[in-house]
C-alpha cells in the first residue's frame, strides 16, 4: 500500500464549476500538507500549503485537511480554463521534513 | 516561476551511460533535494543535500549519488543507467532546516531524462 494514494481522473469540467480532488494517506506521522500544480512539462508550483486540521481559503482555492480520517481536499471554484493541469498532493512529517511524499497526480481539464 | 534552474532540460543516454544533472538553487535557499517523476506518477524522493553533505535519503540504489558545492547548486549522477531511469528529474530548493520552513519546496522545470 502506497503511503499517500490521490484520486487518479483524470477530471473533465466545464468552466465555472467546482473542481473537487481528494487524497487518502496512511502514515499518521504526517502533519504538513500541501498541494501542487503541475503544468505539462514543467515543475511542479506550490498552490497551498497547511499543517492543521480544517479550512484554509486563498483565492478560489480551498484546502481541507481531516487528521482524523487522513484525508485532505482541494476544491477551485469559479475554475477556468488556466486551471488544466496536474494537481499532486504531498505531505511530510516534522522528523522527515526534508522529504516530500506525494500522491500520483490528478489531471484537471476546464473546458471553455 | 521559482527561481531554481536546471541543465540540461532535455538528454537522451543509451543504457549503461553516466549522466550528470545540475541545479541552482533559489536566492536565500541553501538546501536541495532531488526527485524522480516517472510518467503519470507523482515525484518520489531520492535524496537532499544541505551544507555540502546528503541530509536525507529515499529508496534509491547506490547508482544515484549527489554533490552540493558552496554556493548551495548542486548536482545529482546516475551510474549504469537502466530502462526504468527514464524519467522527469526535478530540484526542489528550501530554507535552511535549522530556520523551520523547509517542508516548503520550490521546484525548478526538470531535466527530462530518456534512456534508450
Known amino acids: 500500500q502506497k503511503e499517500v494514494e490521490q484520486d487518479p481522473g483524470p477530471l473533465s469540467v466545464p468552466e465555472g464549476a467546482i473542481v473537487s480532488l481528494n487524497c487518502t494517506y496512511s502514515n499518521s506521522a504526517f502533519q504538513y500538507f500541501m498541494w501542487y500544480r503541475q503544468y505539462s512539462r514543467k515543475g511542479p508550483e506550490l498552490l497551498m500549503y497547511?499543517?492543521?486540521?480544517g479550512n484554509k481559503e486563498d483565492g478560489r482555492f480551498t484546502a481541507q485537511v481531516d487528521k482524523s480520517s487522513k484525508y485532505i481536499s482541494l476544491f477551485i471554484r469559479d475554475s477556468q480554463p488556466s486551471d488544466s493541469a496536474t494537481y499532486l498532493c504531498a505531505m511530510t512529517d516534522p522528523t522527515h521534513d526534508y522529504k516530500l511524499s506525494f500522491g500520483a497526480g490528478t489531471t484537471v481539464t476546464v473546458r471553455a | 516561476e521559482t527561481g531554481v534552474t536546471q541543465s540540461p532540460t532535455h538528454l537522451i543516454k543509451t543504457r549503461g551511460q553516466q549522466v550528470t544533472l545540475r541545479c541552482s538553487s533559489q536566492?536565500?535557499?541553501?538546501?536541495v533535494s532531488w526527485y524522480q517523476q516517472a510518467l503519470g506518477q507523482g515525484p518520489q524522493f531520492i535524496f537532499q543535500y544541505y551544507r555540502e553533505e546528503e541530509n536525507g535519503r529515499g529508496n534509491f540504489p547506490p547508482r544515484f549519488s549527489g554533490l552540493q558545492f558552496p554556493n548551495y547548486s548542486s548536482e545529482l549522477n546516475v551510474n549504469a543507467l537502466e530502462l526504468d531511469d527514464s524519467a522527469l528529474y526535478l530540484c526542489?530548493?528550501?530554507?535552511?532546516?535549522?530556520?523551520?520552513?523547509?517542508?516548503?519546496?520550490?521546484f525548478g522545470p526538470g531535466s527530462r531524462r530518456q534512456v534508450l
Open positions: 536566492s536565500g535557499h541553501n538546501t
Open positions: 526542489a530548493s528550501s530554507l535552511d532546516p535549522l530556520a523551520g520552513g523547509q517542508e516548503t519546496q520550490d
Open positions: 497547511t499543517y492543521s486540521s
